[in-house]
């Protein structure tokens, strides 16, 4: 069975159970997500930006990012608990995966990836990229945030057998191609957010521009 089937079946309500009490207590004050949604809302021209992440869990940096800015907040997470919590906060959510997106082409001015990429399919990534480029506007931003390695690496997952988690450079999925640029990108600690020697602990946070060039 896909991974993807497992979490829309029941891992997905589990894994937000398990982390449920902890998620609500982030500070999203030093998240390096959300600084760089700021960053993004303070160069654009846009009056209103329009912000969806994948793998929203219960919204709360979405809610955070949609106090903080003029912003439309959309979220897709295959944990209907999840999305229960997310309406509880008036925030648009909808039970989803990353391969098969609802909205229309060039719904988006960000894209947010929220830590949700290393338990996909590695089957579904290119249909994941695709995806999230369409719903992109032309000139849009794609943040990712991460597990990283410098080449692929594959881990048992510990909560459900038959799971892999993967880690690899996942900005790559669109930096290949010339109309997406990495304007910023940062490896730290998992935990603390800090510089780290210890490849195993890494994540990182990618901020990609979408710009379609005229031929």
């Given at each position: ?5 497992i ?7 589990a ?25 993004i ?34 979220g897709?997470?295959p944990?209907?608990?999840a ?22 082409d ?20 290119f249909?994941i ?26 881990n ?14 996942y ?27 210890f ?14 060039h005229?031929?």
């Amino acid at each position: 069975m896909k991974q993807k089937n497992i979490f829309l079946n029941s891992e997905a309500d589990a894994w937000f159970d398990r982390n449920k009490e902890s998620l609500s207590k982030r500070n999203f004050e030093d998240d390096n997500v959300v600084r760089a949604a700021l960053d993004i809302s303070k160069s654009s021209s846009n009056a209103m930006l329009k912000i969806l992440e994948i793998g929203c869990g219960g919204g709360e940096r979405l809610n955070y990012i949609g106090n903080a800015i003029n912003c439309s907040i959309s979220g897709v997470d295959p944990s209907l608990s999840a999305i229960n919590q997310c309406k509880l906060n008036n925030i648009d959510a909808i039970v989803g995966a990353a391969d098969s997106l609802i909205y229309k082409d060039n719904s988006f001015d960000i894209v947010i990836f929220g830590f949700c990429l290393y338990l996909c399919d590695r089957d579904d990534l290119f249909r994941i990229s695709m995806e999230a480029d369409r719903v992109l506007k032309k000139e849009g931003w794609i943040i990712i945030q991460d597990f990283f390695a410098e080449s692929s690496v594959q881990n048992e997952y510990h909560h459900t057998s038959g799971i892999k988690s993967y880690k690899m450079d996942y900005k790559t999925l669109f930096t290949w191609h010339p109309d997406y640029t990495c304007y910023q990108t940062k490896v730290y600690h998992h935990e603390n957010q800090v510089f780290t020697d210890f490849s195993n602990e890494w994540v990182e946070t990618s901020v990609i521009r979408k710009k379609i060039h005229n031929v």
